[in-house]
């Protein structure tokens, strides 16, 4: 069994610095800024728009994290064919997610915003968005969800190369768990700055319709493109 212990001051603080700075530039690939755009797109405000892509962020460095431990606990490998699989779900979510989008602005938008209760919490937002509640707090699945399959998909390739990199698996552990950590702020500054750009031009719920079907326009592209690489690699 590989040992994670030894990571040492020198590989700590690189795979630390390395691990932070290539996960949130990793925020910035076109899957994932395609599929937070469909959901940045229903709420164009800076601060709905950041919780969004921290939480796409969260799910994705969970996917990193676990994954990542288990595969340098085993010394192994995922196996082409599942790195495969995992590539054609993200093509298939991102084609699921545009085409929802596009149907959503056909039929004007995401909706109007009516109040509900779970238990003791009232709140209100637009359709009904799958969630679940925190405490007092409601917390979207649908991001999260989105960031786990993303991040099942580059888990295997992101073990291997912090493996390649870092002079130990302690040191390639602190790397994968630093890149998610760079990946979940990375993703939250880049949604919330688009959200703040989005929500400064949208006036109006016909303006919100026709961002919404560009949005999941581009992400039916992204995905259907995604999935031809994924395919053609396979």
Do not use: K, N
């Amino acid at each position: 069994m590989i040992d994670l212990g030894g990571v040492g001051d020198v590989g700590l603080v690189t795979g630390a610095l390395l691990g932070t700075l290539l996960g949130a530039r990793h925020a910035l690939e076109p899957d994932h800024l395609a599929a937070v755009s469909t959901l940045v797109a229903e709420r164009p405000r800076p601060r709905q728009a950041a919780l969004l892509g921290a939480l796409w962020g969260i799910g994705h460095a969970g996917a990193l994290v676990i994954v990542g431990a288990v595969l340098l606990l085993a010394r192994g490998q995922l196996p082409e064919r599942a790195i495969s699989a995992a590539e054609l779900a993200v093509a298939v979510m991102l084609i699921v997610l545009g085409a929802r989008g596009v149907r959503q602005a056909l039929r004007g938008g995401a909706g109007e915003v009516a109040p509900h209760r779970h238990g003791a919490v009232t709140h209100a937002h637009a359709g009904a968005h799958d969630h679940v509640h925190l405490g007092a707090r409601a917390v979207a699945l649908r991001p999260l969800v989105i960031g786990l399959i993303h991040g099942l998909a580059g888990s295997g390739g992101l073990t291997a190369l912090a493996l390649a990199e870092m002079p130990s698996a302690g040191a390639a552990m602190v790397y994968i768990g630093a890149f998610g950590a760079g990946s979940v702020a990375g993703m939250a500054a880049v949604s919330g700055v688009v959200g703040a750009s989005l929500g400064a031009v949208v006036h109006s719920a016909r303006a919100r319709a026709a961002l919404i079907g560009a949005a999941g326009a581009l992400s039916v592209v992204v995905g259907v493109v995604w999935g031809a690489a994924a395919l053609g690699a396979a």
